[in-house]
């Protein structure tokens, strides 16, 4: 059995649509011996935020703005982390990482590519239980005393790779397999975000309708229990937004 950890950067999350601008990873054995690692750098076509690239910032990414650009977009990379996420024999790993499996989604909406089919585990839920530590990777890894020399935080390949040395100490200190650890905690599911992200897409179309009625001077209906349509086409919803988003 391997151990996929993962990790996005995102050049920006408007309206909760995020848009990678970085993939990392680390593969590894039972034994946290690494096989394989790489931080896959991407073209997010989209603005940064602005805070991304402040000297100042909590969220500053580990790349200049050029360096993202400068390479392929999300649907030359596809087919590399689609095989890391799919293979079996594996369990794939986050930190926090409901957002993330959530924009791998939409991002195979945005570029017409069929779903990447996984489920992922979140640490940061199960290391918040156990050891009853309120925070972020940074918390832990300062906690655990992992050494951080020569590498960065908001870096997603040393995102991955703090996620399996914290994931590491745990499996030391329960003196368990992390499968046994995991056995009562549900991970986050590809398909199901995928279907959320998609309600959300439709909740978003028609509060857009009832705003521009509103704008004529008819009462916008309030929203109730939403159920999308067959004939949504979400696709293009989807990029209507990022659209909007000034890109």
Not at 16 to 34: P, Q, T
Not at 93 to 108: L, P, W
Request: with cysteine; aromatic share 12%; glycine share 4%.
């Amino acid at each position: 059995m391997n151990y996929l950890f993962f990790d996005i950067e995102c050049a920006n999350c408007f309206n909760g649509i995020g848009k990678i601008c970085s993939f990392g990873y680390v593969l590894c054995d039972e034994n946290f011996s690494v096989i394989e690692s790489d931080d896959l750098l991407m073209n997010p076509a989209t603005i940064f935020d602005w805070y991304l690239f402040k000297k100042d910032s909590k969220c500053r990414l580990a790349y200049s703005r050029e360096d993202y650009i400068n390479n392929p977009k999300f649907p030359q990379h596809y087919k590399k982390i689609k095989s890391l996420l799919e293979a079996s024999n594996q369990i794939v790993f986050g930190f926090g990482c409901q957002n993330d499996v959530a924009t791998i989604a939409t991002e195979c909406i945005r570029y017409d590519l069929d779903l990447i089919d996984f489920n992922c585990h979140d640490i940061h839920t199960v290391l918040e239980k156990i050891y009853e530590i309120k925070g972020g990777l940074g918390t832990y890894v300062q906690n655990f005393g992992i050494d951080t020399e020569g590498m960065e935080f908001h870096d997603s390949k040393a995102d991955a790779f703090f996620t399996m040395k914290v994931t590491e100490k745990l499996v030391k200190d329960q003196k368990k397999p992390i499968s046994e650890i995991l056995a009562t905690y549900t991970p986050f599911s590809s398909k199901l975000l995928k279907k959320q992200k998609i309600k959300k897409l439709y909740a978003n179309y028609l509060e857009r309708k009832e705003a521009a009625k509103a704008k004529d001077g008819k009462p916008p209906r309030p929203l109730k229990k939403i159920t999308v349509p067959a004939w949504f086409d979400y696709k293009r919803e989807l990029l209507e937004e990022i659209s909007l988003q000034g890109n």
